[in-house]
């Protein structure tokens, strides 16, 4: 009998169906459903997925980013996410790494883009 217990303890911790995301008073607005639906689809999900799918994956968002954030605003500069404090934090998963390198270099191509623009345009 003890044993059954120990298998099943689990059921203490009954989740409130928020994902560790502290909910508050009545529905939190959603932030990314629109852009979750898209990728889910995009992903091989039916064009109009479950809204509880939907929910389920925005609620793990939520709480990666801002697992994330704080974690870095306990790095670096104090109470001050920067760029460089993301990158120290997923330096070990190389998917993750490879990625946001990605999006920082075109980043700056796009920067380099506008300016020779602008530049172009306005005669500076």
């Known amino acids: 009998m003890a044993d059954e217990e120990d298998e099943t303890g689990f059921d203490?911790?009954?989740d409130d169906g928020s994902g560790g995301v502290d909910v508050g008073h009545g529905k939190r607005k959603r932030l990314f459903s629109k852009e979750l639906r898209c990728m889910m689809y995009g992903f091989?999900?039916?064009?109009?997925?479950y809204?509880?799918?939907?929910?389920?994956l925005e609620d793990l968002v939520i709480?990666?980013?801002t697992e994330m954030t704080h974690k870095a605003m306990s790095i670096?500069?104090?109470?001050?996410?920067?760029?460089?404090d993301i990158v120290f934090?997923?330096?070990?998963?190389?998917r993750k790494f490879a990625r946001v390198k990605d999006l920082l270099t075109m980043n700056e191509e796009l920067k380099r883009?506008?300016?020779a623009f602008d530049e172009a345009n306005y005669g500076s």
């Open 12 to 14: 203490e911790e009954l």
């Open 44 to 49: 091989g999900d039916d064009q109009n997925p």
């Open 51 to 56: 809204t509880e799918s939907v929910d389920i």
């Open 63 to 65: 709480e990666f980013i």
């Open 76 to 84: 670096g500069r104090q109470g001050r996410v920067q760029v460089e």
């Open 89 to 94: 934090l997923i330096r070990k998963d190389p």
């Open 113 to 115: 883009a506008r300016k």
